[in-house]
């Protein structure tokens, strides 16, 4: 619990910082969750150039995209009734979520060294599941936040944006 109020108390003072190296290491954990536990990779397989894009995917995309995504929402929708937050969510889920998907996998595919025209057709290929597969994650995140969601009040200005989930590219869109 300290280490969660020490993270708290840096999020406040460094919001954008904080949100950057988070979502470079959550991309990073995650990918490598991936290689150990799905994958079954083995320290000796594990692939750590794929591990580093994550890493940096993170950092220099998702993690400023996202958080700049989280403040124009909150000047679009200030309040923080739970109206507020579902109006908040169906533009996220409706609005960005299409948009950044269309821009994420194709930067994946490039740093992974795919052609334009292999980049494009996994693209036209992968979309539509990642697309779907997103919607259905953000539906199971509020199920089972729902008791959390109904009883608090979105944080404003300065606390963490919610959190966001992005597609799993460990053994699917990463690899294949």
């Known amino acids: 619990m300290a280490l969660w109020r020490a993270y708290q108390r840096v999020l406040t003072v460094h919001p954008w910082k904080v949100q950057v190296l988070t979502a470079g290491s ?10 150990q536990l799905v994958e079954k990779r083995g320290l000796r397989g594990h692939q750590a150039g794929r591990t580093l894009i994550m890493v940096s995917l993170g950092c220099g995309f998702v993690g400023p995209v996202v958080g700049g995504w ?3 929402l ?4 200030p309040g923080t009734t739970k109206v507020d937050a579902l109006k908040k969510m169906l533009l996220d889920q409706g609005g960005f979520a299409p948009c950044f998907l269309g821009c994420f996998l194709p930067l994946v ?4 060294g795919l052609s334009a025209q292999d980049n494009w057709a996994k693209l036209r290929r992968d979309y539509p599941d990642a697309l779907v597969t997103n919607y259905y994650v953000s539906a199971d995140a509020a199920a089972a936040c729902s008791p959390v969601f109904l009883s608090l009040e979105v ?3 300065g606390g963490p944006p919610p959190a966001r989930e992005t597609p799993q590219l460990g053994s699917g ?3 294949s």
Do not use: E
């Open 109 to 112: 595919g490039a740093l992974n």
């Open 173 to 175: 869109l990463l690899c």
């Open 74 to 77: 909150d000047r679009l929708i």
């Open 70 to 72: 989280y403040r124009v």
């Open 26 to 35: 959550l991309m990073g954990l995650g990918d490598t969750i991936s290689q």
């Open 155 to 157: 944080p404003r200005d």
